[in-house]
């Protein structure tokens, strides 16, 4: 296509090329193909069930690798502004009924001091109005009360990142997300040095906010839970901006300049290559517990960090095996056998293979990045589901899908995706390293055939916006991927203002 200066101007801006700019355009032209998946993963097909003496080594290999020095970190996504998260309150301060209609604001009002911002609240009502909230509610001024939490001139709820949220209240004193997360990682990914790596993905907008809140928060968490806290923060990079197009595939313009928008999730593969630890743990800003409520996170935690660590162990004495020789049949057996039992890995053709190729095959397969998944059974919630799908080379492997990836015409894939027993939580621990230490260049294992397209509306136009792959399923398409069972009661997302009013965040 023909760029005028200015285009050339804003791709050089945002460190986008004109050769990327294409590409994008041709995706948002032609759409994505649908993946061709073998089965739904489930308990003993690609989904692991661990017993209690597995589950104890897994801590026990946990527990030592921390004390060996190695450096862990936990990344938290954390860049979204809370305005999803209060969708219904907007609607009801927006809308014609003056008093709570419908279940949802009729639970928030009648459960309004269970919240851990209730004090809070209070005081900013007090401030504006010169009432308190019971007071508000009993003159049946319940707008003002939601106007007090979500706009501007009051908490700013509506606008702020979840991270800086009220979430818990802790022995007379509350928690933001972002302090919860603080608190988890202090006790299972503090490493020999007493230090604990937290990463978080934030907004520009909300940078210097989610930096006080650090200064403010860190010296006292340090005392609570005897550590040192290594904190550092990350933006989503311009470069992995997507161009937004008109319905018939053409770029989308506003005044004569091209539009883009956020790549979506998986543009924190960017963010992720640029860390340097030898194990990363990876969960939502939302899904946190108060410390009263923790006990199976952190034990899950440390079950998920130990199977990491001792595959990847293995499998890295395999590399180095092969690095050297081809070894003789019977360990090239072993080692298929550990693809395919540990790994989940088939290859049909294999057998036909001589022993050389073998073995470059083994070690193309193990030398990738690892990652481990908890799993959660599925009772409803959103979330990708994992399936065994076919990679463009043959094998077939582990992989979390999103259900557009699978084609709705499909008769096959759709019973396959009825029978899907389990979902993912974005709870995963990842290592990004290879077998001889070296980091492994992340964006090279992104499935760039595993976007999407969204349908958007922008000032009254409809748009075709593209999400790249995302960060747990197409960016991490070519990883090794192991799922393994994980309770329920290690989710607890919070989507909406009254997921906090749920048992686990009480």
Known sequence: MDLSVNDITILKTKGISEEKLNEELQMLKDGFPYLKIERAATPGHGIFVLNSEMENQAINIWNEYLNSGAKVLKMVPASGAASRMFKDLFSFVNGKDDKPSNPFMKTFFDEIEKFAFFDKLNEKCLQLYGKSISSLIEEKRYKDVVKALINKEGLNYGQLPKALLSFHKISGATRTSLEEHLSEGAQYASGKDGKVRVHFT?????LPLVNLKFEEAKGKLEHEYGVKYDLSTSIQK???????????????????SLFFRPGGHGALIENLNDLNADVIFIKNIDNVVPDAKRDDTLKYKKIIGGVLVGIKQKADEYCKVLSKRVPEESVINEMLDFLHKVLCITHDSTDSMSLKEKADYIFQKLNRPYRVCGMVKNEGEPGGGPFLAYNPDGT????????????????????????????????????TKSWDGKKFNLP???????????????????????????????????????????????????????????????
Request: proline share 7%.
């Open 444 to 506: 090279g294992y992104v499935d760039k055939a595993t976007g999407f397209i969204s349908i958007k509306s922008r000032e009254g136009v409809e748009i075709k916006a593209l999400e790249l792959p995302g960060l747990w399923n197409g960016a991490m398409s070519d990883w090794n991927t192991v799922l393994v069972e994980v309770p329920l009661s290690t989710f607890n997302p919070v989507k909406t203002v009254n997921d906090l009013l749920r048992e686990a965040h009480q």
């Open 238 to 256: 311009p470069s992995t901006d997507t161009v937004a197009a008109n319905m018939d595939g053409s770029p989308y313009r506003e005044n004569g």
């Open 202 to 206: 934030v907004s520009e907008d909300h």
């Open 396 to 431: 077939v492997s582990p992989q979390i899908l999103e259900s557009t990836q699978i084609d709705p015409e499909n008769k096959e894939s759709q019973k396959m995706l009825k029978e899907a027993t389990h979902f993912n939580p974005v709870d995963l621990v990842v290592s």
